[in-house]
C-alpha cells in the first residue's frame, strides 16, 4: 500500500493566470478527500488557500502565507442523474473533462467560464459566469449542495438551506470559507455538439449595445469582440457573435489541434494588436456570417493556443474585467474605452456581454448590467491604468470581477461589494483563526483584524 | 469477446487509477482492492460514471496472510476473463528502514511475500480460463542496490524475479504476465521531491504499461527512456555504484 505522504508540501514558485502577481508557495496536492483536512491542519499558521486550474488572473488562489492545496487530483465523476442532469463530482474535475465526457450524452454545464481548464470548485469559489447569462444566471445557480472541508478539518454538507449564511458566502467567496471537495451541481440538456454562431459587424458602441439587449431576449449565447484600438465615432466597433445549439446532424470535426507557447515570449504590441483586430473585422466581413462551430472552439476559443498568457512576455498582463448596471452603462463604458490609450496602453483583448440576475454569493459578481474585460501588457503604467478604470466602473454604480483582480484596493473593493461584511460574519464563525487566506483576500482586507 | 474484468490491486494510487481509467474506456469491468474504502469508491464511481463499466471495490490489505485467498474468493462472479493488476507498494525513507527493522520486514512482506502470494492464489484460476492478462508495477529501483534506496529495491528485484517465472508458468495457458518498471512517475509518492522536474505523468506510464501488457511483453519500462538510462546504471562497475550517491 502507499503511505500516505500526498499533503506533503512541494515548493513551487506559483503566478496567477496575468502572471504579473507570483508567490512563492508550499503546495499540497491531495489525491484523497481524506488528505484535504490533513493538508489544512499541516498548513502554517497564516492559513491555506484552495487552488484549482490556476485560472485566475490576479491573487486570488495565491497564499498570503505562502500555503496552498491543489485539488486536480480530485477528479472523479461521482454520480450523474440523466433524468434531472444532476451531477456529483470531485473539485478538481474541469470542464473540459466535462464537455468531452458529457456533451456526446446531451449534456453540458449550464455556465462554464471562457477556459476549459478551470476546475468546478474554481468556479464555485468564484461565481463564474458564461457567454448565457442573461438567460441562466451565475455557476452558483446551478449549484445544488456542496461538501466543505472546515478549518476544523470536519466535512459539512451545505444547501441553500441548510446553512443560507454559509452557502451564500462561499459561493463567489474565493475560497475564504473552506475547501470544496465534493459538489452537485445540475447540468444542461444540450441537443447538439456543436453551435450555429451568427457574426455581425459593429459600427461602434451605440449599435453594439442596442445589438446587444436584443439579443438578451433572442439569443441562447452572446458576447461581443470590441477593437480596443478603434477611436472617436469608431470608438466600440466590433464584433458581436450570438450563437444557438446547431441542429443536428452536425458536420464532422477535425480534432482541434493543440500548439502551445513554449516561453515567454512577448508578441503583444500595439503592431500586433492591430493586426490582429484587422484580421478578426476582416473575417467577419461587412455583412456578417454564419458557422456551424464545434462547442469546444466556441466556449473554449483561446484554449486552442496553450499557456497562451505567455505572449505578454515575462512582466505578464492584466485583465480588467467589470460590470455596469444597465442605467448609465453607455457612458461608464465610453469611458472605459478610452481610458487605456490616455494612459498609453493599448488594450489587446476587449470584450462585452450582458449579464442578467446578480449572482447568490455575499461576493457574486453578477449583477444585471453590461461586463467589459480588457486584456492589457503590464507595464510601468498599467498599475495606474487598473486604478483609473476601477475608478470609472465605481463612478457608474459597478464593480469589477475578482478573478480577475490584481489590483483593487481595499476602499475601492468595500464600495463594490457592500455584502463583504457577510462574508467576514459568517468567516468569524466556521473560520475564526484564519486558517484559510489568501494574498487578495488581505489585500482587500476580507481577513479579520485582530484585536 | 467480453473485454472481461480487470482486479486492481493497490487501486487507490495515482498510477492505478489511470489504468483503471483506460482498461474502463476499453470497456471491461474493474474490481478497485485496497485499504481505502471511501476512496476507492469514489474511483469506482467514477469509472461507472465516465464509462459505463460494472466497478466495485473489495478490502485487500497486503498485511493480512488470508487477503489473496479472499480476493481470489471475491471475484468469482465477475465477468471473464479475469485480468490481474498489482500496484501496491509501500516505501519508506531507506533512513527510516535502517532504524527500524519491523520496516524492514514490514516492505519484503508488502512489496515481495504479498505480490507473490497474490499471483500465487490467482494461478489456478488464470490457467482454467486459459487468457487473460497480469501486470504487475515494479521498479527502476529493482535493478541495481543503490545505497539511497536498497531495501525497498531488493523486494523489487525479488519480485521481477518472481513475475518472470511466473510468466513462463502462465505462458502455456496463453496468460500473459507483464512486469513494468516505472521511472519517477508524479504521483503523490513523488510529490515534494527534489529532482521530480521530468517526472512522467500517472496518465503517460498507464499508457505505456498497458501497452506493453497488449503486446505481450514479458518486461517493460515506463517511459521508454528509463530502458537506456537504467542499461547504462546497470552496467556500472560496482566499485563506481558504490561511489554514487543515488
Given at each position: 500500500m502507499s503511505a500516505l505522504r500526498?499533503?506533503?508540501?512541494?515548493?513551487?514558485r506559483v503566478a496567477g493566470w496575468g502572471r504579473a502577481l507570483t508567490a512563492d508557495m508550499a503546495l499540497a496536492r491531495p489525491e484523497r478527500v481524506a488528505d484535504i483536512g490533513r493538508a489544512i491542519a499541516a498548513a502554517g499558521p497564516g492559513g491555506a488557500i484552495a487552488r484549482g486550474g490556476g485560472r485566475s488572473y490576479g491573487d486570488a488562489a495565491l497564499g498570503a502565507a505562502g500555503f496552498g492545496i491543489e485539488l486536480g487530483r480530485l477528479d472523479r465523476l461521482l454520480a450523474f442523474d440523466p433524468t434531472s442532469g444532476a451531477l456529483v463530482a470531485e473539485a478538481g474535475v474541469t470542464f473540459a473533462d466535462l464537455l468531452a465526457v458529457f456533451l456526446p450524452r446531451g449534456f453540458l454545464a449550464p455556465v462554464t467560464p471562457g477556459t476549459g481548464f478551470a476546475t468546478l470548485g474554481g468556479a464555485l469559489a468564484n461565481d463564474v459566469h458564461g457567454k448565457n447569462h442573461d438567460r441562466v444566471g451565475s455557476f452558483g445557480d446551478h449549484v445544488l449542495w456542496f461538501d466543505l472541508v472546515l478549518a476544523s478539518g470536519e466535512t459539512r454538507r451545505v444547501t441553500p438551506d441548510s446553512d443560507p449564511e454559509l452557502f451564500r458566502a462561499t459561493i463567489g467567496g474565493i475560497g475564504l470559507t473552506g475547501v470544496v471537495s465534493t459538489l452537485a451541481v445540475k447540468?444542461?440538456?444540450?441537443?447538439?455538439?456543436?453551435f450555429k454562431v451568427r457574426m455581425a459587424p459593429m459600427a461602434g458602441l451605440e449599435p453594439f449595445l442596442a445589438a446587444l439587449e436584443g439579443a438578451r431576449a433572442a439569443a441562447g449565447y452572446s458576447v461581443?469582440?470590441?477593437?480596443?484600438?478603434?477611436?472617436?465615432?469608431a470608438l466600440g466597433r466590433g464584433v458581436l457573435e450570438t450563437a444557438e445549439f446547431a441542429d443536428p446532424p452536425q458536420p464532422s470535426f477535425r480534432p482541434r489541434r493543440r500548439l502551445s507557447v513554449p516561453i515567454a515570449l512577448p508578441l503583444v504590441k500595439r503592431a500586433s494588436i492591430a493586426l490582429l483586430n484587422r484580421f478578426y473585422a476582416a473575417r467577419t466581413g461587412q455583412t456578417g456570417q454564419e458557422r456551424i462551430v464545434p462547442a469546444e472552439a466556441f466556449l473554449y476559443p483561446l484554449d486552442a493556443l496553450g499557456n497562451w498568457n505567455r505572449l505578454y512576455g515575462r512582466k505578464g498582463?492584466?485583465?480588467f474585467q467589470c460590470v455596469l448596471p444597465d442605467a448609465g452603462a453607455a457612458a461608464g463604458l465610453r469611458a472605459l474605452l478610452q481610458a487605456p490609450e490616455r494612459e498609453g496602453v493599448p488594450p489587446a483583448l476587449?470584450?462585452?456581454?450582458?449579464?442578467?440576475?446578480?449572482?447568490?454569493?455575499?461576493?457574486?459578481?453578477a449583477l444585471r448590467g453590461v461586463t467589459l474585460a480588457l486584456d492589457v501588457a503590464m507595464t510601468g503604467r498599467t498599475p495606474a491604468l487598473l486604478e483609473r478604470l476601477a475608478d470609472i466602473a465605481l463612478d457608474h454604480g459597478g464593480r469589477v470581477y475578482l478573478a480577475k483582480d490584481a489590483a483593487l484596493s481595499a476602499t475601492q473593493f468595500a464600495r463594490m461589494y457592500p455584502q463583504a461584511e457577510k462574508l467576514r460574519a459568517v468567516k468569524a464563525r466556521v473560520d475564526p483563526d484564519g486558517r484559510f487566506c489568501s494574498a487578495m483576500a488581505q489585500r482587500l482586507g476580507l481577513m479579520a483584524t485582530r484585536a | 469477446m467480453s473485454a472481461g474484468t480487470w482486479i486492481i490491486v493497490g487501486g487507490s494510487s495515482a498510477i492505478a487509477r489511470a489504468c483503471a481509467r483506460r482498461v474502463a474506456a476499453a470497456g471491461a469491468d474493474v474490481v478497485l482492492a485496497g485499504r481505502d474504502r471511501a476512496d476507492l469508491e469514489h474511483s469506482a464511481a467514477d469509472l461507472r460514471v465516465r464509462f459505463g463499466v460494472d466497478a466495485r471495490v473489495t478490502e485487500f490489505d497486503a498485511t493480512n496472510p488470508d487477503a489473496p485467498a479472499a480476493l481470489v474468493a471475491g471475484v468469482q462472479q465477475a465477468a471473464r476473463?479475469?485480468?490481474l493488476l498489482l500496484a501496491f507498494a509501500t516505501m519508506p525513507e531507506q533512513a527510516a528502514v535502517e532504524a527500524d527493522r519491523a520496516l524492514l520486514r514490514r516492505g519484503f512482506a508488502v512489496n515481495l511475500v504479498a505480490a507473490a502470494a497474490l499471483l500465487d492464489s490467482f494461478a489456478p484460476l488464470l490457467e482454467a480460463q486459459g487468457a487473460g492478462r497480469v501486470l504487475v508495477f515494479g521498479s527502476v529501483a529493482g535493478d541495481r542496490g543503490r545505497r539511497s534506496n536498497y531495501a525497498y529495491g531488493a523486494a523489487k528485484a525479488g519480485l521481477a524475479a518472481f513475475v518472470e517465472g511466473f510468466g513462463a508458468r502462465m505462458a502455456p495457458a496463453g496468460v500473459s504476465v507483464t512486469l513494468v518498471k516505472p521511472g519517477f512517475t508524479d504521483t503523490g509518492l513523488t510529490w515534494g521531491k527534489r529532482g521530480m522536474a521530468l517526472a512522467a505523468s500517472p496518465e503517460s506510464v498507464a499508457r505505456a504499461a498497458l501497452a506493453a501488457v497488449a503486446a505481450g511483453r514479458p518486461v517493460s519500462y515506463a517511459p521508454w527512456f528509463w530502458r537506456w538510462i537504467m542499461l547504462v546504471i546497470r552496467l556500472l562497475p560496482g566499485r563506481v555504484m558504490r561511489r554514487l550517491s543515488i
Open positions: 500526498s499533503s506533503d508540501w512541494a515548493s513551487r447540468l444542461l440538456r444540450a441537443p447538439s455538439t456543436a461581443g469582440w470590441i477593437d480596443g484600438l478603434a477611436r472617436g465615432g498582463f492584466a485583465q476587449v470584450v462585452i456581454k450582458t449579464l442578467g440576475i446578480a449572482g447568490r454569493g455575499y461576493l457574486s459578481f | 476473463p479475469l485480468n
